[in-house]
C-alpha cells in the first residue's frame, strides 16, 4: 500500500467523479483508476460503487476514509514540519553565551531573530567559556558565546567583536582618582577571577597582563558570574578585571578604569562544524546583518 495510492483515493472519495479527481491530481483518468482497483484488491474490499452515472462509497470505503484521512494529513504535516526545520524555518536552536555577551550582542540579536524567525524556539543558557566548549562538542549547544577561546578542535570559530578590558576598584580604592592604570599598579593587589577551568582564554589573558610584575596580583576570591565579580568588589575584598562592557551594569559601590595600553578581549561565536540554517540565520542577527 503505497502513500500516493491512499492520497488517490481521498481525492476520489471527496470528489465521487474520477474524471474530477483526475484533474485535481493533474493525472489523467486511467492510473488514477488503476492506482484505485490496486487500492481494493490489496484490501480485499470494494472501496467504491460504479455506475455510469455516479460514484459512491461502500461502506467498506467510507470507514477507510474516515480512518485514514487524519493519518494522511499528519503525514503530509510532517512532511511539511521537516521541510520547514531543513530550511531553518522552524524547530529550535540552543545558544549558550557568556554573561558579558547579554549586556551588548545577545538581547537585539533576539529581537531580530524572533521576528525572522518566530517559529524557531530559541533556547538561552547563560553559561562559562568553558561550560559551552563542553555542550558544543557533546552535542548539547547549537551556538555559543565565548570569551578568548583559543583553538578548540572540533569547533569552528568566529571573531564577533573586541572590546577592552578595564580595571574593576571599590569606589573608595586609592586608584580610583586616577584617569588610567598601568598593569604595575596593581602589583600585589588582591583580586577576583573567574575559576580558571571555567574561563580559561580570558583568565588567562587577563593573567598575562601581569606576568612581569615581580609580584603579580593575588587571587583572594573566585566567582562564576560578571554580576558576584561585582559584588565582591563593592564588598572591598578585591579588584578585579572584566570586559568594558561591565560598565553598563550599574553596581553602587564600583568604579572602572581602562589600562594605559588598551589590552583586549574578544567575543567569539562557536559552533560544531555542519550547516544549519536557523543557526546561521542566528549569527547573521549576532553580525548585525540584514537576513537572506
Do not use: W
Not at 33 to 58: H, I, N, P, S, Y
Not at 93 to 120: C, M
Not at 203 to 213: I, N, Y
Request: aromatic fraction near 6%.
Amino acid at each position: 500500500m503505497e502513500l500516493r495510492q491512499l492520497r488517490y483515493f481521498l481525492v476520489v472519495a471527496d470528489e465521487l467523479h474520477f474524471g474530477r479527481a483526475a484533474e485535481r491530481l493533474h493525472i489523467t483518468q486511467p492510473p488514477l483508476t488503476v492506482a484505485v482497483k490496486g487500492l481494493e484488491r490489496e484490501l480485499g474490499v470494494q472501496l467504491f460503487d460504479r455506475t455510469t452515472r455516479r460514484v459512491t462509497l461502500t461502506a467498506a470505503g467510507q470507514a477507510f476514509k474516515d480512518r485514514i484521512q487524519s493519518a494522511v494529513a499528519d503525514l503530509d504535516d510532517a512532511a511539511g514540519d521537516v521541510a520547514d526545520v531543513a530550511a531553518g524555518k522552524s524547530g529550535k536552536i540552543r545558544v549558550g553565551f557568556v554573561s558579558s555577551a547579554s549586556y551588548t550582542t545577545v538581547p537585539e540579536a533576539i529581537r531580530a531573530f524572533r521576528q525572522r524567525r518566530p517559529r524557531i524556539d530559541l533556547v538561552l543558557h547563560p553559561l562559562t567559556s568553558g561550560e559551552q566548549i563542553e555542550q558544543l562538542l557533546d552535542g548539547n549547544l547549537d551556538l555559543g558565546l565565548i570569551r578568548d577561546p583559543g583553538d578548540v578542535p572540533g569547533l569552528n570559530l568566529e571573531l564577533l567583536s573586541t572590546e577592552d578590558l578595564v580595571v574593576v576598584l571599590p569606589e573608595t580604592h586609592r586608584l580610583a582618582a586616577a584617569k588610567e592604570v598601568r598593569p604595575e599598579d596593581l602589583e600585589g593587589e588582591p583580586m577576583i577571577l573567574f575559576p580558571y577551568r571555567l574561563m580559561p582564554g580570558f583568565v588567562a589573558r587577563v593573567l598575562r597582563l601581569f606576568e612581569s610584575l615581580p609580584t603579580p596580583p593575588v587571587v583572594v576570591q573566585q566567582a562564576i558570574h560578571q554580576e558576584t565579580v561585582l559584588g565582591l568588589v563593592a564588598a572591598g575584598l578585591g579588584v578585579s578585571v572584566l570586559p568594558e562592557s561591565v560598565q553598563r551594569f550599574q553596581m553602587p559601590g564600583v568604579t572602572t578604569r581602562r589600562f594605559v595600553n588598551r589590552p583586549q578581549t574578544e567575543l567569539h561565536v562557536a559552533r560544531a562544524f555542519g550547516r544549519s540554517p536557523a543557526v546561521d540565520e542566528f549569527v547573521r542577527c549576532l553580525r548585525g546583518e540584514t537576513p537572506e
